[in-house]
């Protein structure tokens, strides 16, 4: 089946530090990848995605790399502000058992992320 | 442009109420339609998604059930709540079912059965 691991959290940060959020998962079929940020009391914001391997999605100063050897698309930003503060998800979608896609997304845990000025 | 609206926003409910949560969608037709819950300090999980008007495919048993009566119409609902269904709904969209298809989340509900 599939399924995401994110680093444990919470992460606690100055402002300006560099932030990296790990991501691995394990998919049946070729999976595209997600990251989405949820900001205190919000629904779910797609914050960049990639589809297919050595992809970068990028958005708001963050990137993350699809890394199809290594299963891994970790999130990082090279300068994090307070407005960053929010729970990271890393999600993907792809086939199923059957080896059909019908959209379902499969989510790590989530990583809280707290910048401090 | 796309818009995603839930409501209520917030919900206390007693054990052995019902419950609605509505979700609808404007500017698109034949959207596929989800719905996730987030429990407390957990990630999210599908309940139910929608190809089409009363089309719908449950991912896990439950107390919960969802129907589509419009093509931009999503609602989750229960003939009696358990404790264990307070969370965080939310409801999402996409254009597709396909690998690459972006899903667009909602604000959410909080539901909190007491």
């Known amino acids: 089946g599939n399924s995401v691991t994110q680093m444990e959290g919470p992460v606690t940060l100055s402002e300006e530090a560099f932030l990296t959020i790990n991501c691995t998962y394990t998919?049946?079929?070729?999976?595209?990848l997600f990251w989405y940020v949820q900001y205190p009391g919000e629904g779910l914001q797609l914050l960049l995605k990639?589809?297919?391997?050595?992809d970068k999605g990028s958005n708001k100063g963050f990137e993350a790399t699809y890394r199809k050897e290594t299963t891994s698309f970790h999130l990082e930003k090279g300068s994090v502000q307070v407005s960053d503060s929010a729970v990271y998800f890393c999600?993907?979608?792809?086939?199923?058992?059957?080896?059909?896609?019908?959209?379902?997304?499969?989510f790590g845990q989530g990583t809280i992320l707290t910048v401090h000025p | 442009s796309q818009t995603i609206h839930q409501w209520p926003a917030t919900l206390v409910q007693p054990v052995g109420s019902p419950l609605s949560l509505e979700c609808t969608v404007e500017?698109?037709?034949?959207?596929?339609l989800y719905w996730y819950r987030q429990a407390a300090g957990r990630g999210l999980q599908l309940l139910f998604y929608?190809?089409?008007?009363?089309?719908i495919s449950s991912e896990v048993p439950q107390n919960l059930s969802a129907s589509r009566p419009q093509d931009r119409q999503f609602i989750l609902s229960s003939k009696k709540l358990l404790l264990s269904d307070s969370g965080f709904y939310l409801c999402?969209?996409?254009?597709?079912?396909?690998?690459?298809?972006?899903?667009?989340f909602g604000p959410g509900t909080r539901l909190t059965v007491l």
């Open positions: 990639a589809t297919k391997a050595d």
């Open positions: 929608s190809v089409g008007i009363g089309q």
């Open positions: 500017g698109t037709s034949n959207p596929n």
């Open positions: 999402a969209w996409s254009v597709g079912a396909g690998r690459t298809d972006t899903q667009y």
């Open positions: 998919a049946t079929g070729y999976p595209s």
């Open positions: 999600a993907l979608i792809s086939a199923n058992a059957g080896g059909t896609s019908y959209g379902k997304l499969t």
